[in-house]
């Protein structure tokens, strides 16, 4: 009875937490901003907004979130390895906030394991031994942790696209992930709003890609 | 016409009362112009009131402008990757605010110098470094072992009759190894004549290397030429275990990490027997060397900066070997050699931050070592054991400079017996040490220090000063010279045997040049050593040896030109004579070749998930002295080569990542002479060379990891 009531209550204050009307406008105009930027510097500004928020928000995990997941697509823009590595770094920081404020949360296992894809990429030979088996531990747990959330099959359906075959990895494996990826899009409706919602355009792209090869 | 004018009022009235209340109400807009600290615009920043959601992104021209709701004092900040974020607090009135910044580059390895004369480092945290701990695994030649990897760095000779690391002209007692700052007092397998033997740490136990030729800060002493600084592994992301199989043996380990701490624990045993039975040695082997080390690591994090770490290694070892008897005339007289090795090494270290300002470093080891021999008919036994404790805390000054002091004690004893003789020799030894990376400019840093020691046994105490200065020329060059002090106790022997015995003691000065990027290294660096009070055996033992060494050491590292290829260049000249032990005069030691040339490549194809490598290691000849000769140390022998390659292969079985290792040391079956050995009358003569003119090793190591992969 007890334990039950504790749920109930925890429940709730996550719900008011999420409904926030201030933090959530302010994320959904971001998040606006976000996907009409086409130039660098117009993802650097919604950034940046994520970032103001995410400072001023020190204790919600999804502004922390946010400001980590942008900071990822900004790293991704970079010509150096070097920058590219500053980025992944502090989308980290923001990531790990996240994890420490929301644990076992299946979003936050997803974008970890992906920033940390993202770092293996800038120096494989000598980052992928120690960083790919937890990138890999991430993303099989954002699965098991939620079923449901299609961004997981995503990502792991991309990286498996980047693995060979006789690394549990390979297109069979790829293709797999991925339209359960599609599949799960369809009906995957974010709790409110301004929960994650991102990637299934590109996840389609990527199933085309994926098919391809 | 009046209604109509009545209404014109009504409106002007609205339309003043609006304007004066919007005015009243108005948000404020705060506009200016982000720069660097050369006047550079700065587009990207982000600009924003603290603690709340207003602010915006400077342009490509620098300016910024937004608008606030918020009234009195509010602070603003500007951050920027790479740039230290600023505040600037205001008072917002009613006013349009003009706020222009000044940003100043965070300190990074472009725009900062740090030490690095004598310096070679390998680090996974650092963006540029020279050399990563992988690249010690995978160097061709080195056989998976630390010592060996660092051979193929300039600076370092080709000494293959021993186990030890021979630096700038110095012998192997003159280099030491610390583990996380304490003294490992046995960091190889016991010596046995003739067989260089391994070291006792895996290389995957460490993070970060930092191998001195050199110069080295005053945190570290008792070594005058060289000291190899290991700093071991933090705590593990993720729970795995490992197998290894391989043509000598085997092991199994496994660490399993909880939520704020980690347990490890590692066992393996290896037997060259089997390897020995299919490949021909040299050697006359009566026991193939075997034995077996287990060891438990733990790690603790305490609150929210301190970390705690554990380490036991414990190791039991034999083997016997016969050899033939040169003093002896009758042809084919042989003695045997026999050990029997156990040997413990316990660390524990604890470091934290305290008060936001200090870090606190503590350290405490214990080892012991027993080696019991039998050479010939002569039984030996030797124990020693070395208990240390250590303390090193540091601040930071003003961003970037740094202040450590610190201070060890060590307390050591050995128990010696031939036969029914028995010797037993106990010291303590104290130091204390203070030391600041004082940085003038960014670009002009000095590390001075000073280390002040004790030793018991000799009675005697040294200060020895060091001083480095480093200057950046470029954002990938910088100059850096050092000069130091160093002192080390006489070797146990002589000082049982002989009171009134001093330090022996080297003085250092480097000069160095080098350009790192991530992608290219170059290095040039210049050296003079002059060597005092060195024991002298002849007549009597005294303290009247000296000598010098100098030369130049080049390193060429390239990850540039050749694709998904690596590889290095190393060249040492050195120029070096010591009298010393029972030298009748100043002459160049065996363990001296003046010209050293060592290259290693390493070539990966992604596809095939492979990598192949090779090491080609060359060294004039080293002198050795022939008693038929009128002179003393005047022979030399022939040049050394050695063309080891070596090929690993990552693959998949079942679930889990699985490498697997061959490699071929001396793939040409060059006969290497190292020495050649005399009887006392000068009758006789051993040539001293390699176990076996080739060595082949085939390993197989497969991670578990708990990735529950499909």
Redesign the interface.
Request: glycine share 14%; hydrophobic share 25%; no cysteine.
């Given at each position: 009875m007890k334990i039950r009531f504790t749920l109930a209550l925890m429940l709730l204050v996550t719900i008011l937490k999420a409904q926030n009307p201030k933090l959530e406008n302010a994320l959904l105009k971001n998040l606006k901003l976000l996907k009409e930027a086409e130039s660098t510097e117009q993802v650097q500004a919604a950034t940046n907004g994520f970032e103001r928020i995410a400072e001023s928000e020190k204790g919600e995990w999804l502004a922390q979130y946010y400001a980590g997941y942008s900071n990822i697509l900004i790293g991704m823009r970079q010509e150096s390895n070097a920058k590219k590595d500053e980025f992944y770094d502090r989308a980290l920081g923001y990531i790990n906030k996240a994890d420490e404020l929301s644990a076992k949360n299946s979003e936050v296992y997803v974008l970890k394991s992906w920033v940390l894809g993202m770092k293996i990429g800038v120096d494989p030979v000598n980052r992928g031994q120690s960083l790919g088996p937890e990138s890999g531990m991430l993303i099989s747990k954002a699965v098991e942790l939620n079923p449901e959330n299609p961004r997981a099959y995503y990502m792991r359906g991309q990286s498996a696209m980047y693995t060979p075959e006789q690394f549990g990895g390979g297109k069979a494996v790829a293709l797999k992930f991925l339209e359960t990826a599609v599949e799960k899009y369809k009906t995957f409706k974010p709790s409110s709003p301004a929960m994650p919602d991102w990637g299934e355009k590109r996840a389609q792209e990527v199933l085309e890609q994926c098919k391809k090869m | 016409m009046q209604t109509h004018s009545e209404i014109m009022k009504k409106i002007v009235l609205l339309l003043f009362l609006t304007a004066s209340i919007t005015s009243l109400y108005a948000q404020v807009t705060i506009s200016g112009i982000v720069s660097d600290d050369k006047g550079a615009v700065l587009?990207?920043s982000?600009v924003?009131i603290?603690?709340?959601?207003?602010?915006?992104?400077s342009?490509?021209d620098g300016s910024y402008t937004f608008t606030t709701d918020e009234k009195g004092e509010v602070t603003v900040?500007v951050?920027l990757?790479?740039f230290e974020s600023q505040e600037k607090k205001i008072t917002v009135g009613s006013e349009k605010i003009a706020l222009n910044f000044k940003l100043r580059e965070k300190a990074n390895e472009l725009n900062t110098v740090t030490i690095s004369a004598g310096s070679f480092e390998a680090s996974?945290e650092k963006?540029i470094v020279m050399l990563?701990p992988?690249d010690i695994v995978t160097t061709a030649g080195a056989a998976g072992d630390i010592y060996g990897a660092l051979q193929t760095l300039p600076g370092t000779q080709q000494v293959g009759e021993t186990e030890g690391l021979f630096v700038r002209g110095g012998d192997a007692r003159e280099a030491k190894t610390f583990i996380d700052g304490v003294l490992v007092d046995n960091p190889y397998f016991t010596s046995v004549p003739d067989v260089p033997q391994r070291s006792r740490f895996s290389p995957f136990l460490f993070k970060g290397t930092y191998f001195s030729t050199g110069g080295y800060s005053a945190q570290y002493g008792q070594a005058m030429s060289s000291a190899l600084i290991l700093e071991s592994q933090d705590m593990p992301?993720?729970t795995?275990t490992n197998i290894g199989i391989m043509s000598v043996g085997g092991g199994i380990g496994h660490v399993h990490k909880f939520k704020n701490s980690s347990v490890g624990a590692n066992i393996n045993y290896f037997n060259l027997s089997p390897y020995f039975a299919l490949s021909k040695q040299n050697r006359d082997w009566h026991t193939d060397p075997q034995g077996g080390d287990a060891s438990v690591t733990y790690r603790q994090k305490i609150a929210k900066n301190g970390l705690l770490k554990f380490f036991v290694n414990t190791a039991t070892s034999k083997l016997s070997v016969d050899y033939n008897d040169i003093e002896n005339p009758e042809p084919e007289s042989r003695y045997r050699f026999s050990l029997k090795n156990k040997n413990v090494f316990t660390a524990a270290s604890y470091k934290d931050i305290i008060a936001n300002k200090y870090t606190l470093q503590v350290a405490s080891a214990y080892s012991v070592n027993h080696d019991d021999l039998m050479v010939d008919v002569n039984d030996i036994e030797k124990n020693n054991s070395l208990y240390q404790n250590r303390i090193v805390i540091s601040r930071l000054v003003k961003d970037l400079s740094i202040i450590r002091v610190g201070g060890e004690y060590q307390h050591a004893e050995i128990d010696d017996r031939f036969t029914i003789y028995k010797r037993n020799y106990l010291t303590d030894f104290g130091s204390a040490f203070a030391e600041g990376d004082i940085y003038i400019t960014r670009k002009l840093m000095s590390r001075a220090g000073v280390r002040v020691e004790r030793s018991g046994a000799l009675d005697e105490m040294n200060v020895a000063p060091r001083i480095s200065l480093a200057y950046k020329t470029g954002s990938y060059s910088q100059f850096s010279m050092a000069y130091g002090q160093f002192y080390q106790e006489p070797d146990y022997h002589f000082v049982q045997q002989q009171e009134g015995l001093k330090f022996e003691q080297a003085d250092h000065y480097i000069l160095n040049f080098q350009t790192v990027s991530?992608k290219q290294t170059f290095r040039v660096e210049g050296y003079y050593k002059i060597y005092n009070n060195l024991t002298l055996t002849e007549p009597q033992i005294n303290n009247e040896g000296e000598g010098y060494s100098r030369g130049i050491d080049i390193f060429w590292r390239d990850k540039k030109t050749l694709k998904y290829t690596d590889y290095w260049i190393s060249y040492s000249y050195l120029d070096t004579k010591r009298k010393y032990l029972d030298f009748p005069e100043k002459v160049t030691p065996t363990f001296a070749a003046n010209h050293t040339v060592s290259v290693v490549y390493k070539r990966?194809f992604t596809?095939q998930?492979l990598s192949l490598g090779f090491t080609y290691a060359f060294a004039t000849g080293r002198p050795y002295n022939d008693p038929n000769k009128n002179s003393f140390m005047s022979e030399h022998t022939k040049s050394y080569h050695n063309l080891s390659i070596n090929s690993s292969k990552?693959?998949?079985i079942g679930?889990h990542?699985t490498v697997l290792v061959f490699s071929i040391d001396n793939v040409l079956g060059v006969k290497n002479i190292y020495t050649y050995r005399y009887s006392s009358d000068g009758l006789r003569r051993q040539t001293v060379g390699p176990e076996a003119n080739r060595f082949y090793f085939i390993g197989l190591f497969i991670?578990i990891?708990?990735?529950?992969?499909?």
């Open positions: - | 587009p990207g982000n924003y603290k603690g709340g959601y207003d602010g915006s992104t342009a490509a900040v951050s990757l790479g996974d963006k990563r992988l992301k993720t795995t991530d990966w596809k998930r990552l693959m998949m679930k990542f991670s990891g708990e990735d529950k992969t499909e």
